[in-house]
């Protein structure tokens, strides 16, 4: 029985993607790099090694992530699968007491204090989460393409994101909206998407020109007859592709934007009045056409649509709502800067503009390891968690800010080569769960020391200073690694 363990063992090795090890390891150790110029200090030169320096720590959360790595891949990939709903129930369970347990870490509930060191739960979640969609989607071969399948898999991801809103931690609990790019892959439809972007849509131009008046008409707003626009022509575009509506009746409607472009210049000079109701009135004639296509051709398309109408209008009448009475102060603050409504750079935005200052100050090659001024003055807040990345665009320039975003890139491409070589559903989905988390992350962090995205505070992978962080992102990895090792054992075995 050893000898076949031991063989099995070391098919296994040899099974292992090692080049995605190895970005893994490039990343981690330029990121220990970042973290060493993002908290070094003058005055205690020579604590690069340090245990009571950042660096130091750090150092112990690569070595402990390393190990965990190797433990996670001397583990059956059975077990993963067999345990995934007990897991999914656990991190459920963690996340409920989690506020309860935690202490109060800048208006956040997410930390659970062990010892010396605070845990993240919410860090963990999402294997947990990944775990139990593979398993469900794999078992019961669901089909996403099936309302009540895409349901199922909408509920166990949602379920997760309410717990961690609870705990005050609205930036950990977007990243679950990453699951919606598996579920794309695994036959969502694209309009769900299309629905997503447009919501963005709505909310940012909404908020952005609510109170700008549209030309003359004060009593107008610009953001909603732009959005009012916008879900007319939303709608016209779906009607052309997702349904066989080509009759006059739809040429009439799509040209009918020349006509409400008549009665725009007529109200505007002649009878100045709120624009937006023959909006609403062309969009409530569309809604009625198409529910009447839906009972007569009984086809769910046209049914859709309709909600689509709905369903847009009551959002952008309530992206206000939201902004004002369900958003933190401190979050209005930080879109209402992004959005260039308002300039702080002493406020909201002052973490944004020092981070930008500290990126471009580093110019092409960067002024070199631990000879950033910025982050040696500490300007940046965070600069070594959420705003790390500006400590690589310092020392390192736009050249190493390059060579960061490529390895990035080139791990992503390489988890979407491994999920396509899957044998069976589960690894697939795993992997692309895998793929959506490091993508949403890179993509908001990023994003957000470049002033691209709103300032919500989520690690970048690998860089970031803490435990919680690496060892989640290392979990999230090599489960997967060890899921791809066991895929020829697999093969055989058919």
């Avoid at 063989?7 to 220990?32: C, H, P, V």
């Avoid at 002649?270 to 809604?287: E, H, K, S």
């Avoid at 209402?336 to 020092?354: H, I, K, S, T």
């Amino acid at each position: 029985m050893d000898a076949i363990r031991d063989k099995e063992q070391k098919g296994i090795l040899r099974s292992l993607d090692w080049f995605t090890i190895i970005l893994y390891i490039a990343l981690m150790g330029m990121g220990w790099m970042s973290v060493c110029g993002a908290s070094y200090d003058f005055d205690q030169a020579g604590q690069l090694f340090s245990f009571s320096s950042r660096s130091g720590m750090q150092i112990v959360w690569i070595l402990t992530s390393l190990g965990l790595g190797g433990l996670l891949l001397a583990i059956d990939e059975r077990i993963y699968e067999s345990f995934a709903y007990l897991i999914y129930a656990a991190f459920l369970v963690l996340l409920f007491v989690t506020p309860f347990l935690a202490h109060d870490i800048k208006g956040s509930m997410s930390w659970i204090k062990i010892g010396s060191f605070s845990v993240q739960p919410a860090e963990f979640a999402k294997f947990g989460t990944a775990l139990c969609l593979a398993r469900v989607i794999g078992q019961f071969e669901l089909n996403l393409s099936h309302m009540r399948d895409l349901i199922i898999c909408g509920l166990i991801t949602i379920v997760p994101m309410g717990l961690i809103v609870m705990q005050k931690e609205t930036g950990s609990a977007l990243v679950y909206f990453s699951f919606f790019f598996m579920f794309y892959r695994e036959g969502m439809a694209g309009s769900i998407l299309f629905c997503g972007v447009a919501a963005i849509f709505y909310f940012v131009v909404g908020i952005r020109f609510a109170n700008v008046p549209l030309l003359n008409l004060p009593e107008v707003s610009l953001g909603q007859f732009l959005v009012l626009t916008a879900v007319y022509l939303f709608t016209l575009g779906m009607m052309y592709v997702y349904t066989k509506l080509k009759s006059p009746i739809y040429w009439m409607m799509a040209l009918g934007i020349a006509g409400i472009g008549g009665a725009f210049a007529f109200c505007e000079w002649i009878i100045p009045f709120d624009f937006t109701y023959i909006l609403l009135v062309v969009l409530g004639i569309m809604f009625v056409y198409l529910l009447y296509l839906a009972l007569r051709e009984r086809l769910l398309s046209y049914l859709y649509l309709a909600i689509f109408i709905i369903g847009s209008i009551g959002f952008s009448y309530s992206t206000q709502y939201v902004m004002d009475n369900v958003m933190e102060p401190h979050q209005q603050k930080r879109i209402q800067v992004l959005l260039g409504m308002e300039d702080d750079p002493r406020g909201a935005g002052y973490n944004v503009a020092q981070a930008q200052i500290a990126i471009g100050s580093g110019g092409l090659k960067g002024k070199g390891f631990l000879n950033g001024t910025q982050t040696k003055l500490k300007y940046v807040p965070e600069q070594d968690t959420d705003f790390i990345f500006c400590t690589v665009g310092e020392e390192e320039g736009f050249i190493g800010c390059s060579v960061v975003l490529l390895l990035f890139l080139t791990l992503m491409f390489r988890i979407i080569h491994i999920a396509e070589r899957q044998v069976y559903p589960f690894g697939r989905v795993y992997a692309y769960c895998v793929l959506g988390v490091f993508m949403i992350h890179v993509f908001i962090n990023v994003g957000m020391v470049l002033g691209l995205t709103p300032v919500i505070g989520i690690p970048l992978p690998f860089f970031s200073y803490g435990g919680s962080s690496l060892w989640g992102f290392t979990i999230l990895l090599f489960i997967m690694l060890r899921i791809d090792a066991s895929r020829n054992k697999v093969m055989r075995n058919r």
